[in-house]
Nanobody
Framework: QVQLVESGGGLVQAGGSLRLSCAAS????????MGWFRQAPGKEREFVAA????????YYADSVKGRFTIIRDNAKNTVYLQMNSLKPEDTGVYYC????????????????WGQGTQVTVSS
């Protein structure tokens, strides 16, 4: 089992920044790919970003490329999502996810989910 706890959400004005954190516990964090999803009101959950436990480049949804950065700190068992130049359409509940393979996160089938953290971007 892997337990994931997100934090760092909040209310921010358009153009601002937020950094989300996801603390993992349980099985060996360094052998899991980690990712982020989001769900806006009335919409389906969508992939945002993923990072492998290998040295391969991270994956990003087209809508966040150049604005969001996913970073992992294996020493702290934590993955971060740095969100810059936020837009109102970035509003939603952001979920952390884990799976041994990054591509499984990219296609939306991770093994583990966090409980989510709310991000609201005002215009």
């Amino acid at each position: 089992q892997v337990q994931l706890v997100e934090s760092g959400g909040g209310l921010v004005q358009a153009g601002g920044s937020l950094r989300l954190s996801c603390a993992a516990s349980g099985r060996t964090f360094s052998s899991y790919a980690m990712g982020w999803f989001r769900q806006a009101p009335g919409k389906e959950r969508e992939f945002v970003a993923a990072i492998s436990w290998l040295t391969s480049p991270p994956y990003y949804a087209d809508s966040v490329k150049g604005r969001f950065t996913i970073i992992r700190d294996n020493a702290k068992n934590t993955v971060y999502l740095q969100m810059n130049s936020l837009k109102p359409e970035d509003t939603g509940v952001y979920y952390c996810a884990a799976h041994p393979q990054a591509r499984r996160i990219v296609v939306g089938t991770p093994d583990y989910w966090g409980q989510g953290t709310q991000v609201t971007v005002s215009s």
